[in-house]
Protein backbone atom coordinates (compact mmCIF):
# COMPACT_ATOMS: atom_id res chain seq x y z
CA UNK A 1 0.00 0.00 0.00
CA UNK A 2 1.24 3.28 -1.00
CA UNK A 3 4.15 1.83 -2.80
CA UNK A 4 4.41 4.00 -5.52
CA UNK A 5 4.37 8.13 -5.88
CA UNK A 6 1.02 7.69 -7.80
CA UNK A 7 -0.38 5.59 -4.44
CA UNK A 8 1.13 7.99 -2.13
CA UNK A 9 0.18 11.10 -3.48
CA UNK A 10 -3.34 10.02 -4.47
CA UNK A 11 -3.93 8.48 -0.87
CA UNK A 12 -2.74 11.92 0.39
CA UNK A 13 -4.95 14.27 -1.77
CA UNK A 14 -7.84 12.03 -1.15
CA UNK A 15 -7.13 12.78 2.97
CA UNK A 16 -5.57 9.23 3.84
CA UNK A 17 -4.21 9.37 7.14
CA UNK A 18 -2.28 6.31 6.49
CA UNK A 19 -0.60 7.86 3.46
CA UNK A 20 0.27 10.99 5.13
CA UNK A 21 2.18 8.98 7.61
CA UNK A 22 3.94 7.02 4.65
CA UNK A 23 4.80 10.39 3.06
CA UNK A 24 6.39 11.86 6.25
CA UNK A 25 8.45 9.02 7.18
CA UNK A 26 9.49 8.48 3.64
CA UNK A 27 10.47 12.12 2.73
CA UNK A 28 11.20 13.71 6.21
CA UNK A 29 15.15 13.06 5.87
CA UNK A 30 14.88 14.14 2.22
CA UNK A 31 13.27 17.61 3.32
CA UNK A 32 15.56 18.47 6.05
CA UNK A 33 18.31 17.92 3.95
CA UNK A 34 16.94 20.49 1.48
CA UNK A 35 16.23 22.83 4.59
CA UNK A 36 19.98 22.59 5.64
CA UNK A 37 21.00 23.02 1.65
CA UNK A 38 18.53 25.85 1.38
CA UNK A 39 18.72 27.94 4.72
CA UNK A 40 22.23 26.92 6.12
CA UNK A 41 20.79 26.99 9.54
CA UNK A 42 20.84 25.54 12.79
CA UNK A 43 18.98 22.02 13.37
CA UNK A 44 16.06 24.05 14.83
CA UNK A 45 15.56 26.69 12.17
CA UNK A 46 15.39 23.58 9.34
CA UNK A 47 13.13 21.51 11.65
CA UNK A 48 10.53 24.73 11.50
CA UNK A 49 10.89 24.69 8.08
CA UNK A 50 10.32 20.84 7.22
CA UNK A 51 6.87 21.23 9.65
CA UNK A 52 5.90 23.98 7.58
CA UNK A 53 6.62 22.50 4.53
CA UNK A 54 5.22 19.15 5.44
CA UNK A 55 2.06 20.92 6.26
CA UNK A 56 1.90 23.00 2.65
CA UNK A 57 2.64 19.32 0.88
CA UNK A 58 -0.43 17.71 2.79
CA UNK A 59 -2.67 20.88 1.91
CA UNK A 60 -2.17 21.28 -1.26
CA UNK A 61 -0.90 17.69 -2.74
CA UNK A 62 -2.31 16.59 -6.14
CA UNK A 63 -1.55 12.72 -7.38
CA UNK A 64 2.03 12.89 -9.21
CA UNK A 65 3.48 10.35 -11.46
CA UNK A 66 6.44 9.99 -10.78
CA UNK A 67 9.69 10.50 -8.19
CA UNK A 68 11.38 12.97 -9.79
CA UNK A 69 8.27 14.99 -10.07
CA UNK A 70 7.90 14.42 -6.79
CA UNK A 71 10.60 15.55 -5.24
CA UNK A 72 11.66 18.25 -7.34
CA UNK A 73 7.72 19.82 -6.01
CA UNK A 74 8.81 19.00 -2.73
CA UNK A 75 12.01 20.52 -3.11
CA UNK A 76 10.18 24.16 -4.07
CA UNK A 77 7.68 23.65 -1.51
CA UNK A 78 10.55 23.35 1.28
CA UNK A 79 12.29 26.24 -0.42
CA UNK A 80 9.56 28.89 -0.47
CA UNK A 81 8.90 27.71 2.76
CA UNK A 82 12.10 28.42 4.03
CA UNK A 83 12.34 31.62 2.21
CA UNK A 84 8.86 32.60 3.69
CA UNK A 85 10.47 31.84 7.30
CA UNK A 86 13.82 33.74 6.62
CA UNK A 87 11.70 36.75 5.23
CA UNK A 88 9.03 36.93 8.69
CA UNK A 89 12.02 36.51 10.80
CA UNK A 90 13.73 39.76 9.03
CA UNK A 91 10.55 41.28 9.43
CA UNK A 92 10.47 40.53 13.09
CA UNK A 93 14.09 41.42 13.95
CA UNK A 94 13.30 45.23 11.99
CA UNK A 95 9.60 45.23 14.37
CA UNK A 96 11.49 44.61 17.48
CA UNK A 97 14.75 46.44 16.67
CA UNK A 98 12.29 49.41 16.14
CA UNK A 99 10.34 48.94 18.92
CA UNK A 100 13.94 48.54 20.99
CA UNK A 101 14.59 52.31 19.53
CA UNK A 102 11.18 53.60 20.31
CA UNK A 103 11.35 52.74 23.92
CA UNK A 104 14.69 54.63 24.07
CA UNK A 105 16.72 51.10 25.26
CA UNK A 106 18.92 51.37 21.80
CA UNK A 107 19.25 55.01 21.35
CA UNK A 108 18.93 57.01 24.82
CA UNK A 109 22.47 58.43 24.27
CA UNK A 110 22.93 59.79 28.76
CA UNK A 111 22.13 56.19 29.90
CA UNK A 112 24.33 53.01 30.30
CA UNK A 113 23.42 50.34 28.80
CA UNK A 114 23.64 47.89 31.62
CA UNK A 115 21.32 50.80 33.63
CA UNK A 116 18.84 50.40 30.48
CA UNK A 117 19.32 46.43 30.40
CA UNK A 118 18.13 46.69 34.13
CA UNK A 119 15.45 49.05 34.06
CA UNK A 120 13.76 47.04 30.83
CA UNK A 121 14.60 43.57 33.38
CA UNK A 122 12.63 45.14 35.99
CA UNK A 123 9.91 46.58 34.24
CA UNK A 124 9.10 43.14 32.56
CA UNK A 125 9.47 41.49 35.76
CA UNK A 126 6.36 43.40 37.13
CA UNK A 127 4.31 42.43 34.70
CA UNK A 128 2.04 39.32 34.27
CA UNK A 129 3.97 35.75 34.71
CA UNK A 130 2.20 34.43 31.55
CA UNK A 131 4.00 37.43 29.43
CA UNK A 132 6.86 37.27 31.41
CA UNK A 133 7.09 33.63 29.93
CA UNK A 134 6.18 34.47 26.88
CA UNK A 135 8.76 37.33 26.42
CA UNK A 136 11.30 35.07 27.72
CA UNK A 137 10.31 32.39 25.18
CA UNK A 138 10.15 34.86 22.06
CA UNK A 139 13.35 36.87 22.73
CA UNK A 140 15.47 34.69 24.59
CA UNK A 141 14.84 31.83 23.61
CA UNK A 142 13.72 32.91 19.91
CA UNK A 143 10.78 30.60 19.66
CA UNK A 144 8.06 31.36 16.79
CA UNK A 145 4.99 32.73 17.59
CA UNK A 146 3.87 29.61 16.72
CA UNK A 147 6.09 27.22 18.72
CA UNK A 148 5.13 29.60 21.80
CA UNK A 149 1.04 29.50 21.17
CA UNK A 150 1.38 25.58 20.70
CA UNK A 151 3.69 25.35 23.76
CA UNK A 152 1.28 27.68 25.79
CA UNK A 153 -2.07 26.23 24.29
CA UNK A 154 -2.55 29.56 22.59
CA UNK A 155 -3.18 30.79 19.01
CA UNK A 156 -0.44 32.46 17.44
CA UNK A 157 -2.81 35.56 17.08
CA UNK A 158 -3.63 35.99 20.74
CA UNK A 159 0.75 35.45 21.72
CA UNK A 160 1.07 37.87 19.23
CA UNK A 161 -1.43 40.21 20.89
CA UNK A 162 -0.36 39.89 24.08
CA UNK A 163 2.99 40.67 22.89
CA UNK A 164 2.16 43.54 21.33
CA UNK A 165 0.27 45.30 24.10
CA UNK A 166 3.33 44.27 26.74
CA UNK A 167 5.73 46.12 23.98
CA UNK A 168 3.57 48.69 23.64
CA UNK A 169 3.44 49.09 27.31
CA UNK A 170 7.06 49.01 27.75
CA UNK A 171 6.81 51.51 25.12
CA UNK A 172 4.86 53.93 27.31
CA UNK A 173 6.85 53.58 30.17
CA UNK A 174 10.45 54.50 28.62
CA UNK A 175 8.65 57.33 27.11
CA UNK A 176 7.80 58.72 30.61
CA UNK A 177 10.92 57.81 32.28
CA UNK A 178 12.52 59.86 29.35
CA UNK A 179 9.98 62.36 29.70
CA UNK A 180 10.73 62.71 33.44
CA UNK A 181 13.99 62.77 33.16
Not at 16 to 32: K, S, T
Not at 37 to 66: F, N
Amino acid sequence: MFDTVPELTAGMAAGNPRAVEVFYRRYFDIMYAFARQITRRDESTCLDVVQEAVLRVVRTVRRVESEGQFRAWLRLVTQTSALDMLKSESRRRRRESAVAVGAGILTETNADPDDRLAWLTEQISRLDPQIVRIIDLRFQQRWTLARIGQALGLSIGTVDGRLRRALGHLRELADSELVNE
